[in-house]
């Protein structure tokens, strides 16, 4: 996660200011995209196995629906901050849950780019051992609320958004007990998460 985070905050800081007007874009009703996390995949100690997908489609000229899909897996509580406390092997889980789910958005830009968004997702998950057996299963909601900006890569074509997010997410349901210790040790949300979406415009 520390390298991921790194990529995410080198990129945000290229100096790629180009100006974004929602207007300019308002014949340009399609976007694919997804976020710059997937890198943090070539990285030998994060074994995230992170893919998302999303579906954008624009109601207004300021209001977008989405439809995303997603899935990773990960070894840790989700709620622990990006602090010394990451890297520490007694707060990981004994295996590891594999996530998988969609998302339904709703984007509401406003004051020339600048936007507002709530993720309302539904995930089920998988417990597993480290030897990759499974043993047990749940289901959770899992709700982002995000803060950014766009920035134009290419003409109507590319882009990319930087973000800040506010995520909540429920307890699992049906969680294994040795679970359920670690990840209740934790809040429930974790606030300023950076967030770092590229997409297209079709």
Same mark, same amino acid.
């Given at each position: 996660?520390?390298?991921? %985070?790194?990529?995410?905050?080198? =990129? ?5 200011? !180009? *100006? ?8 340009? @009703? ?12 070539? =990285? &030998?100690?994060? @074994?995230?196995?992170?893919?998302? =997908? ?13 439809? +995303?899909?997603?899935?990773? @897996? #990960? $070894? ?15 707060? /990981? ?9 969609? !998302?339904? !958005? #709703?984007?509401?830009? $406003? ?7 709530? *993720? ?24 982002? #609320?995000?803060?950014?900006? &766009? %920035?134009?890569?290419?003409? @109507?074509?590319? $882009?990319?958004?930087?973000? %800040? ?5 429920? *307890?699992?349901?049906?969680?294994? +007990? !040795? ?18 979406? $590229?997409? /297209?415009?079709?």
């Amino acid at each position: 996660m520390r390298s991921t %985070i790194t990529i995410i905050l080198t =990129l945000c800081l290229l100096g790629l200011q !180009a *100006h974004y007007d929602y207007e300019d874009e308002a014949n340009k @009703r399609c976007f694919v995209g997804s976020i710059f996390t997937m890198l943090g995949n070539l =990285l &030998p100690d994060e @074994r995230q196995n992170y893919v998302q =997908l999303y579906l954008r489609y624009r109601i207004t000229e300021q209001d977008v629906v989405s439809v +995303e899909a997603k899935t990773w @897996r #990960y $070894f840790k509580p989700l709620g622990i901050p990006y602090d010394e406390a990451c890297k520490n092997p007694e707060e /990981y889980f004994p295996g590891l849950i594999r996530k998988k789910g969609f !998302a339904l !958005a #709703y984007q509401s830009f $406003f004051n020339k780019g600048l936007y507002a968004t709530v *993720h309302l997702m539904s995930a089920w998950y998988d417990f597993i051992y480290t030897n990759e057996v499974k043993f047990d299963n749940g289901f959770q909601n899992f709700n982002t #609320y995000r803060l950014g900006y &766009p %920035i134009k890569l290419s003409k @109507r074509t590319f $882009f990319m958004e930087r973000s %800040i997010a506010i995520t909540y997410r429920r *307890h699992l349901m049906e969680m294994s +007990e !040795a679970f359920k210790r670690q990840d209740g040790k934790w809040s429930k949300s974790l606030f300023a998460g950076p967030g770092l979406h $590229f997409g /297209y415009n079709l």
